[in-house]
């Protein structure tokens, strides 16, 4: 199998030469918490210098894009934009103002949700929402879980804004939204009636409307199967599973493998060795 994968990288270089956008996963594919993953600074500034365009495509509803954008010019000593960013929480916003949707009870971090205000009009509803929304929230109390719990049983439908059940930190895993909103299922029986972020392929396809790109234009790196990996595949864009964060390669199920538009990179230092 080694063999085949490594046969598959044959024709990477002028792959990733034709390539326009490069997009990153952040947690796990370009650092954990503020510590950067080996190799990941030099390759950044490799496709700064070569003129292409860098975004970081986060599932990580837990801070709103600015403060995203801040801990990567902090971890890599680089000058990013905002629009260098995009997030699940884009993702909420556009789902929402596109439903016309405004009373929501946000299982959400302060700051998340005022990002959220800044995309689409929403206020906070304790009793009557339309909807709960579900995210990464690291300032949840039990009270907010139970009283989502009894919201969702009187027949509101929430919304998951990432689909991650665990996010990496440099200390090791903590529960994220896709966790959060498992206590629910289990505790209400009922599922969500829909899952914004990775794996959606809408994310992606929100992301190149941004930048009027093509699915040609565009790689992708992310570490995590079940949302950037899966999100790739279905896509058809080039996707490189970086082996830098939660997957090892014995984890790898065969059919990703095999997947034509799908290569698989041990670390940035092999990354870089590619394209010399
Ligand atoms: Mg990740």
Excluded at 120 to 127: D, Q
């Amino acid at each position: 199998m080694r063999k085949f994968i490594q046969q598959k990288k044959k024709h990477l270089k002028d792959i990733l030469l034709r390539k326009y956008i490069f997009v990153f996963d952040k947690d796990g594919t370009l650092s954990y918490d503020f510590r950067p993953i080996p190799g990941a600074k030099d390759f950044l500034e490799y496709l700064i210098k070569n003129d292409k365009k860098v975004v970081i495509l986060t599932n990580n509803s837990s801070i709103p894009n600015g403060k995203h954008l801040e801990m990567i010019n902090k971890i890599f000593n680089l000058e990013f934009s905002i629009e260098n960013i995009y997030s699940s929480l884009d993702h909420l916003g556009y789902y929402l103002k596109k439903n016309n949707i405004s009373k929501v009870y946000p299982l959400l971090n302060k700051e998340s949700l005022n990002y959220l205000k800044t995309i689409h009009y929403v206020e906070e509803e304790y009793n009557n929402p339309e909807f709960v929304l579900v995210g990464f929230h690291t300032e949840g109390k039990y009270k907010d879980w139970a009283h989502a719990s009894l919201l969702i049983q009187k027949g509101i439908p929430y919304i998951i804004v990432n689909p991650d059940l665990r996010c990496p930190t440099d200390k090791g895993f903590i529960p994220d939204a896709g966790s959060i909103s498992k206590m629910l299922e289990l505790t209400t029986g009922i599922k969500a009636s829909h899952i914004c972020g990775k794996p959606n392929p809408e994310i992606l396809k929100l992301l190149l409307e941004k930048f009027g790109k093509s699915k040609d234009e565009i790689v992708y790196f992310g570490d995590r199967l079940y949302t950037d990996i899966e999100m790739g595949i279905k896509c058809g864009i080039t996707t490189i599973l970086m082996l830098t964060g939660e997957t090892k390669f014995e984890e790898v199920p065969e059919n990703i493998v095999k997947a034509q538009n799908l290569f698989i990179i041990e670390s940035y230092f092999e990354l870089m060795n590619i394209l010399k």
